[in-house]
């Protein structure tokens, strides 16, 4: 199952001022790390290393990184080598797939079996509270490669439901909505309302609160996969290897979303602000691979005259992935490098 870096936007408020930038590793005279213009610029820093960072996630001062096989906490300040471990996927026996945050925990999926699990923000001694969990000799259903937070429960997306359990546990996930399709796609919210995808042609929304049936936002899409929101738009990935990146309001489009960007190759994460989004591009051309390493790029364009020409935050990365934002930085993680960077100013 193909990991996607999704960031996921929770029911946690704002998030704090960014550390001062003279902490972690500074690589502004790395003249392998380069931006758009050719130059190399001060205020990027390396803040984790021997890293996997398929996914990240800003969590009140720290950095949570998803390596698939374990979760991670690193200061926004840096942590150097030496992150600190929160979940090890060896004491589940099942990969770790998304993550998300409130106030006070972090909150994955693994499968199989099916869990949702659940560890404090500060630490949980590598044992994490499973909130749900399926029989393990149940025929697992993997669900969509991310949950989401909001209003006391975490939810994700299953065979056409929107499903969810209370974080403080559950015996068996209540179905908040149905939608017509047997797919499983991406979520996530802004605390008021919940957007998926189906993986297939449609997008959704629904109130944190419930709905009888989803408001269709947009249908005929070629593939929607990855998707956010900043709380005004919904964003999300349309297309195969060169894709389009698209938005709609949160209200609505008419079915017929903006294009933001084309012609991506293979974006591996998304994430907005209200004023730009920002996005990753792993390798400068789509499979099939080998891909050459060192021609990733972090990109952004603004959410209202984009007009199709993304600037470029950092380019000769090695496989950018997982990508966060706080009110003045841009985080991502290079998965060939081990790395997490920190970009100031966004």
């Not at 998304?98 to 659940?118: K, L």
């Amino acid at each position: 199952m193909r990991k996607l870096a999704l960031v996921l936007l929770t029911a946690c408020g704002p998030a704090a001022a960014t550390p001062a930038d003279d902490a972690g590793a500074d690589v502004s005279g790395d003249t392998s790390f380069g931006f758009g213009d050719g130059s190399v610029e001060a205020g990027v820093f390396t803040l984790a290393t021997g890293v996997e960072p398929n996914v990240l996630a800003i969590a009140g001062d720290s950095v949570l990184i998803d390596e698939v096989n374990d979760i991670k906490r690193c200061s926004r300040a840096g942590c150097s080598d030496s992150p600190t471990l929160l979940v090890d996927s060896n004491a589940l026996g099942a990969q770790i797939f998304g993550v998300a945050v409130d106030t006070t925990n972090a909150y994955f999926a693994s499968a199989p079996p099916m869990r949702i699990g659940q560890c404090g923000l500060g630490g949980c001694g590598d044992k994490p509270a499973i909130i749900f969990s399926d029989a393990p000799d149940a025929a697992t259903i993997f669900p969509s490669e991310s949950v989401a937070v909001a209003g006391g429960f975490v939810h994700w997306v299953v065979g056409g439901r929107v499903v969810r359990c209370a974080t403080s546990g559950c015996n068996q996930p209540s179905t908040l909505v149905t939608f017509a399709s047997s797919g499983g796609g991406n979520i996530t919210t802004d605390g008021t309302n919940l957007y998926w995808t189906d993986g297939a042609t449609q997008v959704f929304s629904c109130p944190v609160a419930g709905c009888s049936q989803p408001t269709l936002l947009a249908v005929g899409q070629a593939g929607p996969v990855l998707i956010t929101t900043d709380a005004l738009n919904v964003y999300w990935t349309i297309g195969n290897n060169l894709q389009s990146i698209v938005a709609c309001d949160v209200s609505g489009c008419n079915g017929v979303p903006t294009v933001i960007a084309t012609s991506q190759p293979n974006p591996a994460g998304i994430v907005a602000d209200g004023k730009n989004i920002y996005w990753t591009i792993p390798f400068d051309k789509p499979p099939p691979y080998p891909p050459s390493q060192h021609t990733g790029r972090v990109m952004k364009c603004s959410v209202y005259t984009c007009n199709d020409v993304p600037i470029v935050v950092a380019d000769k990365q090695n496989e950018p992935s997982g990508i966060a934002l706080d009110q003045a930085s841009v985080y991502f993680g290079n998965v060939l490098d081990h790395t997490v960077i920190r970009v100031t100013p966004k």
